[in-house]
């Protein structure tokens, strides 16, 4: 019996311009919500942008947001796992000299910084996924610990990227997800990691949790649930690692596969 479904949202939940049917949305949730099953979206995305998204509806789900380092359900943070700043002004400091020309988001529990030079197109794209957006100098202004630090790579080196930051792999958590993407988070801190600690929190276990995922960096995602579904636009590594692969994003695969597993379910229930 699935008691819980958590879904990533940038190319999984949310189609190509990052929006998703809300009619069909309020269909689903209802379902859910019938059968007492909790929703949560676990993306990189800032908590705060996540309320915004889905509006009234956020008050009922739950997030895993800025990279899965924090849990918040109304309103409120039930986790949370912090980089040192000591730690992540060294990671930064790495990233500027890797490449002067991508985009460096530090993130902390209050805010989303980048630089004040960053140009107008990419500041757009970074508040595509935080809500809260400040600018700085340097990012040396930042006193507080860090919650994540991102980079978008408009020029899709972030594979080669990572590589250049072996030497810190003992002392965080470094993933591509994609080409033009990275995140940095606390060591042992990822997808999988804040999905136990949700499971923990609702007393779920794997075997009825349900999750959606197209990136490379909801493997550990993929496996925090028995029924697992990657998304037809997913890479190849997150379609092999999970259970099963639905429709694409563009197609409400998240949406389509949850409506018809939770009416399977009611028609074995009934016989």
């Known amino acids: 019996m699935i008691k819980l479904i958590i879904t990533d949202l940038d190319g999984t939940f949310l189609n190509s311009q990052g929006a998703f049917d809300r009619t069909y949305f309020d269909k689903v949730s209802q379902m859910m919500e019938q059968r007492g099953i909790a929703f949560a979206a676990c993306t990189g995305k800032q908590c705060e942008r996540v309320e915004e998204l889905f509006g009234d509806q956020a008050a009922k789900i739950w997030i895993l947001g800025d990279s899965a380092t924090r849990i918040k359900h109304q309103g409120d943070y039930v986790f949370e796992s912090l980089l040192p700043n000591a730690l992540g002004q060294r990671l930064i400091q790495r990233l500027e000299k890797i490449a002067d020309d991508h985009v460096i988001i530090a993130c902390t529990p209050t805010a989303a910084y980048i630089k004040e030079t960053t140009t107008e197109e990419n500041a757009a794209r970074v508040r595509g996924s935080y809500r809260v957006v400040k600018t700085v100098t340097s990012y040396s202004e930042i006193q507080e610990d860090f919650v994540k630090v991102t980079v978008y790579d408009p020029k899709l080196r972030c594979f080669d990227s990572v590589k250049q930051l072996s030497s810190f792999a003992a002392d965080a958590y470094i993933v591509a997800s994609e080409a033009a993407w990275i995140d940095i988070t ?73 409506e018809l597993i939770l009416a399977l379910q009611e028609s074995k229930h009934l016989i």
């Open 186 to 258: 606390n060591q042992g801190v990822h997808k999988g990691t804040t999905v136990a600690q949700l499971q923990d929190l609702l007393a779920v276990s794997p075997e009825e949790t349900m999750v959606f995922g197209d990136g490379l960096n909801d493997s550990e995602l993929m496996a925090a649930g028995t029924y697992s579904f990657a998304m037809k636009n997913a890479f190849e590594e997150i379609k092999e690692a999970a259970a099963f692969v639905t429709r694409s994003n563009d197609e409400n695969g998240v949406l389509r596969t949850i």
